[in-house]
């Protein structure tokens, strides 16, 4: 599969099938769960093909602070559980991507309780950054670099030749095992760039198409997103500027960041590449619990799957749950015992389908047609087919002015949509008007 052809479902397995938050390291089979017939029916109903799945491995809670890189979680199951869990996604056609880990492990990761124990005498001294003369809040009387001032996550040194061979090692053997079909990389803007050159090299060996995903928040995305190592990563930008242009009643601001990632002028950013579009994930609020209306929520949706990049969608807010930050995210992150469908589930799966049908929201290039504070009109074109999605949030209806009396065709309704220099919307709505340039 393109890189560009996807659209992914997120999932957090740990919370999603009710494991504890600490680990508890009783065998438990949960994992299954997101093979129930249920949940199957749900991935297919919603018409995704890549499912992302966050930290499956051995860690002590949260999933970021692993202990094993070999040993499923035990909250989840075992090798068995997870290759079955694989082999059922990929008989329904459905890729299947892992969270990688490799910026830094836990504190009961065994080549760092080595050098705990062993100091300088550890084989594994330089596989980590340690001052020996220093001390760190468990005072072990040496010092390391973490990740973020977080001393229970012990950053990895991946400059050393040992360390990358013993990631891609790691790699290796998921590719063997469950045959995946990518990575996402946890806090990619920490990478070393070189180990992700020497990455990016290893995957594409094996399998050309093996998609790498990077975890960025700001700055020049090119640094990560380029022909040498990651073939998207994750557009905070846009991010942001989606949520807070609703609630503030100002397209100028999503408007302005769409123009400068994906417009036509030179110095535009991204143009013809394709980060991941999202408008709520693991680590921040339900979109339904950000936006002040729930009635934007289709609207929301909508701005997603039309601007350009690779759409993602977090389990569960797909039929609008909500979810706020608390300590240990556990909040964002819940046991759901089988999937919910409602209209906005609808939704989604239409705009799946569309992607599927019409490369223009796929491959198309990016115009601004019409711009106010609370209406907003932009094109996706490709080989001489273009669309309109159009979006109006005033609570009244709206004769949105354009250059043009070119009549096209409403996607959702299937009829034609006159034009007359003008497109009209009714109140807080949203269309997709397709266009045959020649």
């Not at 494991?19 to 129930?36: Q, T, V, W």
């Not at 990631?167 to 290796?172: H, L």
């Not at 590449?273 to 950000?290: E, G, Q």
């Not at 490369?359 to 290039?365: M, R, S």
Request: hydrophobic content about 35%; charged content about 25%.
């Amino acid at each position: 599969m393109k890189v560009v052809e996807r659209n992914i479902y997120q999932i957090y397995p740990l919370g999603a099938v009710g494991a504890p938050f600490e680990n508890d390291f009783k065998l438990e089979h949960r994992i299954l769960h997101l093979i129930s017939p249920e949940w199957l029916k749900h991935y297919k109903k919603l018409r995704v093909n890549t499912i992302l799945l966050n930290p499956v491995f051995q860690s002590t809670s949260h999933g970021y602070n692993t202990i094993d890189f070999h040993t499923v979680d035990q909250r989840l199951g075992t090798v068995e559980d997870l290759q079955l869990v694989c082999q059922t996604l990929h008989n329904q056609d459905l890729h299947v991507l892992f969270d990688g880990v490799f910026n830094h492990v836990g504190r009961d990761f065994s080549q760092f309780q080595d050098v705990l124990k062993r100091r300088r005498l550890s084989e594994y001294k330089d596989w980590f950054m340690i001052d020996f003369d220093g001390n760190n809040s468990y005072d072990d009387h040496l010092r390391y670099e973490n990740w973020e001032g977080h001393d229970e996550l012990v950053r990895l040194n991946l400059k050393n030749p040992k360390v990358r061979e013993f990631i891609f090692d790691v790699i290796d053997e998921w590719i063997d095992l469950y045959h995946i079909d990518g990575l996402r990389l946890d806090v990619a803007y920490c990478l070393d760039q070189d180990f992700l050159r020497y990455l990016h090299h290893h995957v594409k060996q094996k399998n050309r198409h093996f998609f790498l995903l990077g975890e960025t928040l700001h700055g020049d995305y090119n640094q990560w997103m380029n022909n040498n190592m990651l073939d998207s990563v994750t557009n905070y930008e846009c991010y942001k500027g989606l949520h807070s242009s609703f609630n503030t009643r100002n397209f100028f601001e999503i408007m302005y960041s769409f123009n400068r990632q994906f417009g036509k002028e030179p110095w535009c950013l991204y143009t013809g590449k394709h980060p991941l579009s999202f408008v709520d994930n693991h680590d921040v609020n339900r979109i339904a619990s950000i936006l002040d209306k729930k009635e934007w929520l289709p609207l929301i949706y909508a701005m997603l799957y039309a601007m350009p990049g690779i759409p993602s969608v977090y389990y569960g807010s797909e039929w609008g749950i909500e979810g706020v930050k608390n300590y240990n995210d556990t909040s964002l992150r819940p046991y759901i015992e089988k999937p919910e469908w409602n209209e906005l589930c609808d939704l989604i799966s239409v705009l799946n389908r569309m992607r599927h049908l019409h490369l223009e929201l796929v491959y198309g290039d990016y115009t601004q047609i019409a711009l106010s504070n609370l209406y907003c009109i932009f094109e996706r074109a490709y080989q001489g087919k273009a669309i309109w999605a159009c979006f109006n949030i005033k609570d009244e209806p709206m004769d949105i002015p354009v250059n043009s009396t070119k009549d096209g065709i409403n996607l959702f309704t299937d009829e034609v949509e006159k034009i007359p220099g003008f497109v009209h919307m009714e109140p807080n709505s949203f269309k997709f008007i397709f266009f045959r340039y020649f």
